[in-house]
Structure formats: structure tokens, C-alpha cells
């Protein structure tokens, strides 16, 4: 992994010296993603810039630094992440005769060769792989700006003062001297329901997310009309899920363990590839333990993998996997981590995710890349498993749950709805109701049986199963009149175009989850994680071969008599004894809720004053202050909805640049970052 920065000024007229040393202050702003070796690539003339901050993976040698030019001279790049494939682009190229001569073992390089032979579009639709790359064309005078197929790796880009700016992350766009950045309010109200910006958005307005699996090409000639054409795929979910429903896998259960086996195993082994050392995450979950099975079976050495514990009931998986770790016979390292480290990390995660990010499980995520990096460089991880595979228990609950209310007319569910929103938390939270709980754990792992029965007044009465799911899953159920000045946007839960209405509801709520909540919440918490303390992370459960089989299988060789990933589970069986890993999904969670109202209580009031918060002008403080009030109370557990106006109002006061007028009123501001 690497980080990439660059810009494109079409005004020209910047002096060769200056245009590197805005391009070298870019780079250094990503320091951490790459601190083994640093580079820019320049042409006056175009208003160029290219700009690099290396982790070297593989080949450490200088026949691997960045920016990097072909052999035939046509095309520069800036490369992040690993093509795990390139060993074979590498024989397939000089089986052709279209090799040139190698300068040396670099996939870099070999990408390059790639695009000079097939072009950029055809060459990316033969890469494994994880990245994010600037790509310019020195004949053509064309740039490119691609992302990996899932979203692995980030790539922020968008208009500035006229001038094209794009990076690894935002912190490489305010560096340059063109930056105007303002605040969007509208993705404030994306904050706030998900805990996360999905893309193409980010939290600036006029600066987006590169969409995962999809390429932007930019002749230089059409900066002049101020407008940037839409990125074009090269590879797309729908078109899988369209290709799984018309090509379907018929083989037998057998067959398809077999087939999937052989899958992972071939994408374990290309992400071992490395010249450091590599290592692996455990958690003891299903997606974790098959990932080390599976390194540990291709491995000659015991593998090192990591765990962290917590002392609270409820949120430790060290002893889970302890002893997956002795079974398989890892070189095993555990953390048990005190509330007072964990909570240490908390003034870090405005510069850690360099915009707002609610996921409170970016904490532990954070500590375990800590603890790695310690012995290793590169970390296999087992996410992904879940979206492809069935794994959340929330797709099974939703499917059961809307099949039971989906039944009832809507005008009678949203009569039992107001009815539960009028009944006091004391009341719900009676013995005489107490028989509801079992029924409600269901659907809602934890909290009192008041929070789960109002969630469900939240969700009963949406009219569809689209509307369903965003309800089930959104944190603030009306952001938009929480957020000042503000109107929400479309995502992939509203967006027509991603429907699916032909398959079940389980394989859509898949296909959502696949297309927003996993590049724009799960790789993104891990990508800024790891990549804070220099530790690459690579997630072979991603690897689009495994996907795209995943989509093939018939609903009940993934999802069976309600527990996920049943298919997956048959693969790790054959390696680890069943009654070590059938167990409940446990999650990476850090107890938040309890925290706010104790060792963190002041630090959230400062930040959530009613005063404050009519300063700056973002929120209305009523509905943020009522929620506050009745979180510490005890009435209602209010933490991940507080979280996600505490890690925007965190990140707000870490930018330290005045308030500049937005759309509301000068009272009422954006933030000039």
C-alpha cells in the first residue's frame, strides 16, 4: 500500500519548481501510508502533477519507485495497493512477446507493460487485485483515475479553484494552494443516518469518492468546460448478479465446497506474496479462522496472527481465538486492552479518517493494526465474507421480520407505531412486558427492550422492503430535519438504478450491503486504520473470482435454515473441528454507550453544547440535546446515534480554519477547510 496524490491545472503557468514542490507537499501529507520512500513526476507545459509516498511490498529495491514510466515512455503512475495476479500478466505478456525489458519484479511495472499492450480498460479487466492509481498518457494528454473493483482503496478527486485535485486522502487536497473546500451539509445527513459518507460523496462539497469498480478518463483538452466526464465501469455488481441468475452453478453441495475451497485457497496464496513479513488478523469468527486455515495450510512456518480482547462482557473474542490459534498451531499474539487505551484513541480519529467516520469500531480495529504492525507489514483480514456469502443474522431477521408485518396494512402498522412512540420507556420496560424480549433478541442483539421495540416502531411502518432495510439499518431516522439547511441525498438505497428487484430479499439486502455499507464503512475503517500506523491489509474473501462465484450459488447454500454462510463454514471444516467456530457472530464493538456516559461524558459535552452547536451552526440542538439528555439519564441508549455528531463535531474542531458563510446565513456557516 501506498499513497497517491497529484493535480491537474489547466490555468498553466506555474514555474517546474514550483509545480513539484506543491506536489512533494501533497505526497508528504500522506507520509504515514508510505514512509519507505517518496517521489513526484511533473510536465510543465500539461499543468501535471503526480506524487508518491511508497510502503514497499514488494521489490523494496529502487526499480519499484513511484511515480513510475513505462518502457515505451507513453504513460506515467502513481500506484496504491497490489495486483495479485502480475506474476501471470507477467508470463502471459512475454509468452505474447510484448514484455519489455523488466527493470524489475514490481506489479507496478508489470501493470504498466499491461496497459501498453491491451490499453487501460481491457488491462484492468485482467487484474486481481486491490488499488486505486493516477495514470497519465503523455502522447494522448489523457489522465486516468481508477479504483479497484470492491473499493479497497480510496481515491478522493474533484474541482478546485479551477484546478483538478485527487489523492489517497483529503488531507493531500487542502494542501494545495487551490483548495476552497466548504462543508456539505447534505453529506452531513448521510453522516447521520449510516455513520459514514458513502460515495461518490465526501464530506466537501464538490469533491467525491471514485465509485469501486469504475475508471475516470479525463482528456486535458476538456478542463477548459470546468466540468469532469462520469467515471465508466469496468466491472459491475449488477452485471454479476445478472450472470449468476443465467449462468447458476447446478453442481452439488460437495462440488460447491470444493470449488470454493479451490477459490480461497488460490486468493490466500497470491496475498501471501511479499518481501516483508505477513501476518493475518483472528478473531475466531467464521471469515477470520478461514483465512488463516487457509494460510496455515499454505504455509511451511507457523503464520503470526493477532487478536485483541476487552475486559467486558460481551466484547472479547481473545479467547475465541486463542484457541482457533493452538488448533491451527499460529504464532499467536493477544492484547488485552484496558478502557483507558482504548479510550486514548479517541482524540486520534479526526487525522485518522480525515473525515467524518462514525463507526465506533474504528477504536479496536485501530489497536489490533497497531499490534500487528509491531512484527508485521502486511495483514491478511477476513472481511468481506459476509456481504457475499450471508452472513449478517440481520439479513435472515429482516427477511423474517417484513414477512410478518409485510402482511399487515400500512395504515394499522403505522398505528402500532405511534402507539409504541407514545408509550413511556417505563412502561415498555416493565416485567408485564418482559415476555416480548426474548422475541425482540431476535432482531436486536442488545439494549433494553424499550430501544428495541421503539427501533421497531421506527421500521414496521415503511412501505416497502427497500425502505425496510434503510430504516433497519439507519442510525437518525430523519437527518435532514436534524441537519441545518440540509436535504439528503440519493444513495444505493435509493437510488432506482440499484433495485434488484428480481431476487430475494436476503441476496438484495446482500447486494446493498456489498455496493455501500462494505467499501464505505467496513474497507474504509480498515484502510485508515492500518494505513495510520504504516501495516498493509489484504482481504482475500474479496478477491472478484470469489464474488463472482458466490452469485452463482443457489440463496440456500449461502444463507440455510437462517444462519449465513453456510457454504463458507463447509470449507472451514475441513480444516478446523466444527464446534470451535459455530458460535454467535460476536461483531468488533466497543461499548460506546457506556463510555459517554462516563469517561468520555465531558470531552462529548464540550462538543454538543447547546451554545456551541448554535455557533457553528450544523445542528439544531433541540433533537441532539434531547437525545443527549436521555442517554445519560439511562432512559434510552442514544450512543451510536450521539457518536455520529461527535466524530463530525471531533473532526469540525480538528480542521482549525475559520467558519466561512455557507447556504444558510453567515450566522449559520460552512467551514473554509
Same mark, same amino acid.
Given at each position: ?66 511515480? *513510475? ?22 508470463? !502471459? ?57 470492491? =473499493? ?5 478527486? =474533484? ?53 469501486? =469498480? ?172 459476509? !456481504? ?83 430504516? *433497519? ?16 441525498? *440519493? ?56 464474488? !463472482? ?37 460476536? =461483531? ?58 461527535? *466524530?463530525?463535531?471531533?473532526?469540525? !474542531? ?20
Amino acid at each position: 500500500m501506498c499513497g497517491i496524490a497529484g493535480f491537474v491545472d489547466p490555468h498553466g503557468g506555474l514555474p517546474a519548481l514550483e509545480l513539484e514542490a506543491v506536489a512533494r507537499s501533497m505526497a508528504a501529507s500522506l507520509a504515514h501510508r508510505g514512509p519507505d520512500d517518496a517521489g513526484v513526476w511533473t510536465e510543465q507545459e500539461s499543468g501535471v502533477a503526480l506524487a508518491h509516498r511508497r510502503l514497499a511490498i514488494l521489490d523494496p529495491s529502487p526499480a519499484g519507485h513511484q511515480p *513510475m514510466v513505462s518502457a515505451g515512455r507513453r504513460y506515467v503512475i502513481v500506484f496504491n495497493g497490489e495486483i495479485y495476479n502480475f506474476s501471470e500478466l507477467r508470463a !502471459e505478456l512475454e509468452h505474447l512477446g510484448a514484455a519489455p525489458a523488466w527493470r524489475g519484479r514490481s506489479d507496478t511495472e508489470t501493470l504498466l507493460a499491461a496497459f501498453e499492450h491491451w490499453g487501460v480498460t481491457a488491462a484492468l479487466k485482467r487484474c486481481a487485485g486491490m488499488f486505486a492509481f493516477a495514470l497519465f498518457d503523455t502522447r494522448k494528454k489523457v489522465l486516468y483515475l481508477a479504483r479497484d473493483r470492491i =473499493g479497497e482503496k480510496p481515491l478522493y478527486f =474533484g474541482l478546485s479553484g479551477g484546478v483538478l485535485l485527487f489523492g489517497s486522502e483529503l488531507s493531500a487536497l487542502r494542501t494545495h494552494p487551490a483548495w476552497c473546500g466548504q462543508v456539505d451539509r447534505n453529506a452531513i445527513t448521510l453522516l447521520l443516518r449510516h455513520g459514514y459518507i458513502p460515495q461518490p460523496y465526501s464530506i466537501y462539497c464538490g469533491i467525491g469518492k471514485l465509485k469501486p =469498480g469504475t475508471c475516470l478518463e479525463l482528456p486535458l483538452a476538456r478542463m477548459a468546460s470546468g466540468e469532469l466526464p462520469a467515471p465508466v465501469a469496468y466491472w459491475s455488481l449488477s452485471e454479476v448478479i445478472s450472470r449468476g441468475s443465467a449462468e447458476p452453478f447446478s453442481g452439488t453441495t460437495a462440488a460447491a465446497t470444493a470449488m470454493l475451497d479451490r477459490l480461497l485457497r488460490e486468493a490466500v496464496a497470491g496475498q501471501m506474496v511479499a518481501d516483508v513479513p505477513v501476518g493475518a488478523f483472528l478473531s475466531g469468527g467464521v471469515d477470520s479462522s478461514t483465512v488463516v486455515a487457509l494460510m496455515q495450510a499454505q504455509s511451511s512456518r507457523a503464520v503470526k496472527t493477532f487478536t485483541i480482547g476487552f475486559h467486558e462482557r460481551g466484547y472479547d473474542e481473545a479467547v475465541d481465538a486463542r484457541a482457533l490459534a493452538r488448533q491451527l498451531g499460529t504464532d499467536h499474539t493477544e492484547l488485552y486492552v484496558t478502557p483507558a487505551e482504548a479510550l486514548a484513541v479517541v482524540p486520534r480519529l479526526p487525522s485518522l479518517y480525515d473525515e467524518p467516520f462514525a463507526d465506533s469500531s474504528q477504536i479496536p480495529t485501530f489497536l489490533i493494526a497497531q499490534l500487528a504492525r509491531q512484527e508485521v507489514t502486511v495483514s491478511l483480514s477476513g472481511d468481506g465474507g459476509d !456481504e457475499s456469502f450471508g452472513g449478517y443474522s440481520r439479513y435472515a431477521s429482516a427477511h423474517r421480520l417484513w414477512g410478518r408485518v409485510g402482511r399487515v396494512p400500512a395504515p394499522l402498522r403505522r398505528l402500532g407505531a405511534q402507539s409504541i412512540r407514545r408509550t413511556p420507556a417505563a412502561v415498555l420496560d416493565s416485567p408485564l412486558l418482559a415476555w416480548l424480549d426474548p422475541l425482540l433478541r431476535r432482531h436486536a442483539r442488545a439494549g433494553r427492550t424499550s430501544d428495541k421495540l421503539r427501533k421497531a416502531a421506527d421500521i414496521v411502518s415503511l412501505p416497502d422492503e427497500r425502505a425496510f432495510y434503510r430504516g *433497519m439499518t439507519s442510525h437518525w431516522k430523519t437527518p435532514a430535519e436534524i441537519v441545518r439547511g440540509a436535504d439528503e441525498p *440519493m444513495t444505493v438505497l435509493t437510488d432506482p438504478g440499484t433495485s434488484f428487484e428480481d431476487r430475494d430479499f436476503r441476496e438484495r439486502m446482500m447486494a446493498w450491503d456489498t455496493l455501500g455499507y462494505l467499501p464505505d464503512d467496513i474497507l474504509a475503517k480498515v484502510d485508515r486504520a492500518a494505513m495510520g500506523v504504516s501495516l498493509e491489509t489484504r482481504m482475500p474473501l474479496l478477491d472478484h473470482r470469489v464474488i !463472482e462465484f458466490a452469485w452463482r450459488l443457489p440463496l440456500d447454500f449461502r444463507i440455510r435454515e437462517g444462519a449465513g454462510k453456510w457454504l463458507l463454514r463447509q470449507v472451514l471444516h475441513h480444516y478446523v473441528p466444527k464446534a470451535l467456530v459455530e458460535r454467535p457472530k460476536m =461483531g468488533f464493538g466497543v461499548p460506546i454507550g457506556e463510555w459517554l456516559r462516563g469517561a468520555l461524558r465531558d470531552w462529548a459535552e464540550s462538543l454538543i453544547g447547546a451554545t456551541r452547536l448554535n455557533r457553528e451552526g450544523f445542528f439544531r440542538p433541540l433533537p441532539v440535546r434531547d437525545a443527549w439528555a436521555e442517554h445519560l439519564a439511562g432512559t434510552r441508549d442514544w450512543g451510536a446515534y450521539l457518536w455520529d455528531v461527535l *466524530m463530525f463535531q471531533a473532526w469540525l !474542531e480538528s480542521q482549525r480554519s475559520p467558519v466561512r458563510p455557507g447556504r444558510e446565513s453567515a450566522a449559520r456557516a460552512t467551514t473554509h477547510v
